[in-house]
């Protein structure tokens, strides 16, 4: 596997392979690689010919009390493990390669980035990640890009933009790896300590109960949402939000009477934790 650190020679690289008709996989990252992006990595080698992953913590999608000074960051652990799991090129650049001086333009996509995270984290949160991912698009210029579905209103975020933008590659959103306890992994489970850890299992616990609700016949959208929070409060942790959606749109849905999504995020210590379900309509 090879590091390029600029958008030349990361075209250069891919260039080759792309005039022999070889298909191009992109795993947008910011690090501090888990088995959630190794999975990404892993669907990307098997799909596709060459693998690339991009390394970059984005600035411009942490608000200014966010952790983005804090953000683990080990490029050498993340070359080693994108490596073994069958990347062929890690695209790791600067901050002013992505961003040079000058830079004034922003994707911001209405809509579907406004409620939960879009409003808890702020729209600049949204309008970073869809920026610096249409970036990362035109600069490697894959076939396909794999995001996981924890993050489930960004992947429907870039969905638009690349319909909107009519980009010319598919997205491919692949399923949240969990720890055996249900925790889904993520780069911010490394903040918790022993004990939030044993608290930071309340999200899938109120995913589970949420579809414990439903199957057991509960249509009411604000019931189910209720049902689900009890084991928050079980475990002492506060949701910041709770909420059944539409899984295009992310706007509140008031029954169970087609698939909806169940989105959680809160604070366990220093870490904010998202999580969510796809519950599917009773049929
Ligand atoms: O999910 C992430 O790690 C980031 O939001 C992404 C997609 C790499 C954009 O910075």
Do not use: W
């Amino acid at each position: 596997m090879r590091t390029v650190r600029s958008v030349a020679d990361l075209r250069a690289a891919l260039a080759g392979p792309r005039r022999d008709g070889r298909t191009i996989g992109l795993v947008p990252t910011m690090g501090a690689l888990h088995q959630g992006h190794l999975s990404l990595v892993r669907r990307a080698r098997a799909d596709t010919d060459v693998v690339v992953v991009s390394l970059f913590v984005n600035p411009a999608q942490f608000a200014p009390t966010e952790d983005l000074a804090a953000y683990p960051r080990d490029e050498a652990r993340d070359a080693e493990l994108a490596e073994k799991a069958g990347a062929d090129l890690l695209f790791a650049p600067p901050v002013d390669e992505v961003y040079p001086p000058g830079f004034a333009t922003t994707v911001r996509v209405g809509g579907v980035s406004e409620p939960l995270e879009g409003a808890q984290r702020g729209a600049s949160h949204f309008d970073g990640v869809a920026t610096v991912v249409t970036k990362l698009l035109n600069m490697a210029g894959p076939d396909v890009a794999y995001f996981g579905q924890k993050d489930a209103q960004q992947a429907a975020v870039v969905r638009r933009v690349v319909r909107d933008l009519d980009l010319p590659v598919r997205i491919e959103v692949c399923p949240t790896v969990r720890e055996p306890d249900g925790l889904a992994m993520s780069s911010r489970n490394a903040y918790l300590t022993a004990d939030e850890r044993a608290r930071a299992v309340a999200l899938k616990h109120a995913l589970d109960a949420a579809r414990a609700a439903v199957e057991q016949g509960e249509r009411d959208a604000a019931a189910v949402a209720s049902a689900a929070a009890a084991p928050m409060r079980a475990l002492d942790v506060e949701p910041e939000y709770l909420a059944l959606v539409d899984p295009e749109s992310f706007l509140p849905v008031d029954s169970i009477d087609r698939d909806v999504l169940v989105a959680v995020a809160a604070r366990v210590g220093k870490a904010r934790l998202i999580d969510n379900a796809t519950i599917r309509r009773a049929r």
